[in-house]
C-alpha cells in the first residue's frame, strides 16, 4: 500500500515514524522501536529531510526548536506516562487517538488485564496493518476506523470494546495543534463525557507563540507546504483541560519531568510572554 492513500496530516504520522527510526539507531536512545523505519516507508524519511533543513540550516546557527529532540522526549515521555497509567488495576482501557504509526502495542510489555484501542482513520490503519505485517501485538489490541473530528465515533468505539462506564486512558499525541480551536475544544468535552470518573489523559501541546513568532516561521512554513498548517495552541493548558473536567499538569521539554538530558534549549519561565513551548499535559477527569 502506498501513502497516496493518506492525507496530508495523516502523512505526518510518517514523520513521526521516520524519527522514531533514527533515534531508535543512536547510542544514547531514549526508547527503541525496531518498527519505526518500516512505518516511515520511503515517504518518511523524505519529510524528516525537510524538518531538518528547515532547523539545521548550513551555515548558520539554529533558531528552530530541535524537533529530534523534542520528538524523542515526548515519545519517551508518554512511553513512562502510559506504563505508569497501565500499573494502575483501575484502568484497564488505553486509547490511543490518533493511533497514527504508534507501536507501543508490539515494542512494550502490557498487564493482560489492559485493552489496548487504536482509533484513527480508516486509510491510516489500512497502511500500518500493511506496513507491520506479521508482526503481533504484545497486548488486547482493537482498531477502530474513526475520525475524532466527525460523528459517531463514540459508537464505534464501544462497538470495540470500549467501555465508558469503566475508567480510561487517552493519549493525544500529535492531534491538537492540527485542528481549529473549536474543534479541539470539542473533542476534548467529547472524550471527557465518554470518559468514566478517574480516567486519566495526555496530550501535547503548542503555545499560541509559537503559532505566530516571526523565528518559527521556517518550520511552520515546511508543515503549510506539507498542506497541514499548524492551527491551534495555547498558552493556558491547564485552563483548557480543566474546561473540559480535567484536572491536569503542563510540563515543557527540559523541565525535571521532562529532560532525559536531551532538551538542548533554555526552557522559559510560565510567565515570560510572547516566546515559543509546547507542552506535555496530563491529568485526571474529575
Known sequence: MTTETLDAVERTALLTAALRAVESRREDRLYEDPYAAALAGEAGPGL???????????????????????????????????????????????????????????????????????????????????RLGTAVPRVNHREVAADLTAEAWERRLEAAGYDPAVPSVWLLEGLLYYIPEADARRILHRVAAFSAPGSRIAADIVGAAALTLPHMRGLLDVFAGWGCPWLFGTDEPEALFEEAGYTVRAVQPGEEDADYGRWPDPVPPRGEPGVRRVFFVHGRRA
Not at 65 to 79: L, M
Request: avoid cysteine; hydrophobic fraction near 40%; glycine fraction near 4%.
Open 48 to 130: 524528516l529531510a525537510d524538518v531538518h533543513a528547515a532547523t539545521f540550516p548550513p551555515g548558520r546557527a539554529r533558531t528552530l526548536p530541535s524537533t529530534p529532540d523534542y520528538n524523542a522526549i515526548r515519545t519517551r515521555f508518554f512511553d513512562d506516562y502510559l506504563q505508569r497509567a497501565a500499573r494502575d488495576p483501575s484502568t484497564p482501557q488505553i486509547v490511543l487517538a490518533p493511533a497514527g504509526m504508534d507501536s507501543r502495542a508490539y515494542r512494550l510489555g502490557w498487564p493482560d488485564r489492559v485493552r489496548w484501542f487504536e482509533l484513527d482513520r480508516p486509510a491510516v490503519l489500512a497502511y500500518k496493518e500493511d
